[in-house]
């Protein structure tokens, strides 16, 4: 977690912290960018309760802040190609997010230590599994996008 408030802190991203018990329950955070405070992620308030999904979430959406999102989650989509945007931010900013959390050569020396689950991986690197899920799931991604 520190080195997620260290890129918060170096980048001067805003922080803060609102109520999402009125939005759907998947919204944990938002990152959107503020003519007045510039790069500003809001988390919902919940997250001090969970540590694992708080580091999770916290770097998705550092993760939207580094890979420059085309797309606004509060926009209205009404066109197949806004919804097609949407999806390619949200991989690359969790693309970016499992990368920094569980980078592949980590993952190996994970692997060689005897973790054989998704449940003792994310263990091993203090993930929820679902993001460990995700991080499995791109490789796969790039490795079947890779094929000759």
């Not at 992620?41 to 580094?66: M, Q, W």
């Not at 991989?91 to 054989?116: H, M």
């Amino acid at each position: 977690m520190k080195k997620l408030w260290d890129i918060v802190i170096k980048e001067r991203i805003e922080i803060r912290y609102k109520d999402f018990s009125s939005l759907p329950e998947n919204i944990k955070g938002l990152y959107i960018y503020d003519q007045r405070l510039g790069p500003l992620i809001i988390l919902d308030k919940d997250l001090h309760h969970s540590y694992r999904l708080h580091k999770c979430v916290l770097a998705e959406e550092i993760g939207h802040f580094y890979t420059a999102a085309r797309t606004n989650l509060l926009t209205v989509h009404t066109s197949a190609n806004l919804q097609t945007m949407e999806a390619q931010d949200e991989r690359k900013a969790a693309q970016w997010a499992t990368d920094f959390l569980i980078p592949d050569s980590e993952l190996v020396n994970a692997l060689e230590s005897g973790c054989r689950s998704c449940f003792e991986l994310a263990e091993y690197f203090n993930v929820t599994e679902w993001f460990m899920y995700r991080k499995l799931g791109l490789l796969k991604m790039c490795f079947l996008n890779h094929k000759h």
